[in-house]
């Protein structure tokens, strides 16, 4: 076990993790006022929207005027998804420079999620790489079901190097390894990203959870004992994936930051604007905050607590 990171690189996915599984459609001025008020809350990687197509995830549609409608500002990243050249033309088109592409561990949720086979996927992915390698456009890299699938069981930690691996051999400049369903713990954690390490350095990879069994804190501390420094959130826990059966919100992010913080770990984030952006956001939404963080900071505002 090496000594936990002095800073972590916070990679905010919730307006589209987070929206992609709302079935009430947010306005696209909504969703621009969400990213705004994310980066003013000191977020400087956010996930802005994603390149799909919009009859498989309906919510994500108008991602292109999302991105063209932020006021862009240098010292935050946007990154979008992109399942393909199409998707990654779409992106270009309204300005975004950095994608990120989607790969599973499990062969039975690739085919759910993206209509095809690992192995075809990363055909895609490769040539999204290199024609976005050419345009100067960087590219992030995602391993779902990492800790296990909703169609198809257990997964194989190698079967998660592997693909990491494969990932990061295409162009990638790094790898989110993603427990989707959320039903990891940290033992095994460890031990798949361990198995990735034995390929990709830490420094290049992140952790993607979810919250769904209670397990995530436990799980970016595992990940953090590792020298894992970068970890995808989503503000009020927002999230889930269509196409995995079960698969609650991300860990909130506000939670995050509070244990980081606790640990005397910097992030560069607000604790408290975040709590607002999270308890507005879910306002839009009409849904409980799902953030621990945040429920206890209302209880002790409204006992007059400084929180
Ligand atoms: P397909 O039907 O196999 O694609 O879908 P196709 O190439 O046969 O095209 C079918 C139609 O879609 C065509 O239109 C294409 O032009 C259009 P038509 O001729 O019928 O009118 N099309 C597109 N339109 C807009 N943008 C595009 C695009 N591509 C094709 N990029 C496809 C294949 C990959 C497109 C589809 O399966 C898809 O969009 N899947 C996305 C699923 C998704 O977004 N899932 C959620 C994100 S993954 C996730 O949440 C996990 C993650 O968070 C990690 C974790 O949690 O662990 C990342
Ligand atoms: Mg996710």
Do not use: K
């Given at each position: 076990m090496?000594?936990?990171?002095?800073?972590?690189?916070?990679?905010?996915?919730?307006?589209?993790?987070?929206?992609?599984?709302?079935?009430?459609?947010?306005?696209?001025?909504?969703?621009?006022?969400?990213?705004?008020?994310?980066?003013?809350?000191?977020?400087?990687?956010?996930?802005?929207?994603?390149?799909?197509?919009?009859?498989?995830?309906?919510?994500?549609?108008g991602?292109?005027?999302?991105i063209?409608?932020?006021?862009?500002?240098?010292?935050?990243?946007?990154?979008?998804?992109?399942?393909?050249?199409?998707?990654?033309?779409?992106?270009?088109?309204?300005?975004?420079?950095?994608?990120?592409?989607?790969?599973?561990?499990?062969?039975?949720?690739?085919?759910k999620?993206?209509?095809?086979?690992?192995?075809?996927?990363?055909?895609?992915?490769?040539?999204?790489?290199?024609?976005?390698?050419?345009?100067?456009?960087?590219?992030?890299?995602?391993?779902?079901?990492?800790?296990?699938?909703?169609?198809?069981?257990?997964?194989?930690?190698?079967?998660?190097?592997?693909?990491?691996?494969?990932?990061?051999?295409?162009?990638?400049?790094?790898?989110?390894?993603?427990?989707?369903?959320?039903?990891?713990?940290?033992?095994?954690?460890q031990?798949?990203?361990?198995?990735?390490?034995?390929r990709?350095?830490?420094?290049?990879?992140?952790?993607?959870?979810?919250?769904?069994?209670?397990?995530?804190l436990?799980?970016?501390l595992?990940?953090?004992?590792?020298?894992?420094?970068?970890?995808?959130?989503?503000?009020?826990?927002?999230?889930?994936?269509?196409?995995?059966?079960g698969?609650?919100?991300?860990?909130?992010?506000?939670?995050v930051i509070?244990?980081?913080h606790?640990?005397?770990?910097?992030?560069?984030?607000?604790l408290?604007?975040?709590?607002?952006?999270?308890?507005?956001?879910?306002?839009?939404?009409?849904?409980?905050?799902?953030?621990?963080?945040?429920?206890?900071?209302?209880?002790?505002?409204?006992?007059?607590?400084?929180?």
């Open positions: 090496i000594e936990s990171p002095e800073r972590v690189r916070i990679v905010e996915v919730g307006p589209r993790d987070g929206l992609q599984n709302e079935s009430g459609q947010l306005s696209v001025e909504d969703r621009i006022a969400f990213i705004e008020r994310l980066a003013d809350a000191g977020i400087r990687h956010i996930e802005a929207g994603s390149f799909v197509s919009p009859r498989w995830v309906p919510s994500m549609a991602s292109d005027q999302v063209t409608g932020i006021r862009r500002r240098q010292d935050v990243r946007y990154t979008a998804l992109t399942p393909n050249l199409t998707g990654l033309q779409r992106a270009m088109d309204a300005g975004v420079r950095e994608v990120a592409v989607f790969a599973a561990a499990s062969e039975a949720f690739s085919q999620n993206i209509n095809c086979s690992i192995d075809e996927s990363m055909q895609r992915f490769a040539a999204v790489c290199e024609a976005a390698q050419q345009a100067g456009v960087a590219v992030r890299g995602y391993v779902s079901c990492a800790m296990g699938c909703p169609w198809q069981g257990d997964v194989p930690a190698r079967e998660v190097a592997r693909v990491t691996g494969l990932l990061m051999d295409i162009g990638c400049y790094e790898v989110s390894v993603g427990d989707t369903i959320g039903v990891g713990t940290p033992r095994q954690v031990q798949v990203l361990e198995c990735c390490m034995e990709t350095d830490a420094s290049q990879l992140a952790v993607h959870f979810h919250d769904t069994y209670g397990q995530a436990a799980n970016i595992a990940a953090l004992q590792l020298g894992i420094a970068t970890v995808d959130s989503s503000v009020a826990g927002l999230g889930g994936c269509p196409y995995a059966r698969a609650s919100g991300n860990v909130s992010t506000e939670d509070y244990m980081l606790g640990m005397g770990i910097e992030t560069g984030v607000d408290p604007a975040l709590v607002r952006t999270g308890q507005w956001i879910s306002a839009q939404l009409q849904r409980p905050v799902q953030s621990r963080v945040s429920v206890a900071t209302a209880s002790h505002s409204e006992d007059g607590e400084d929180p």
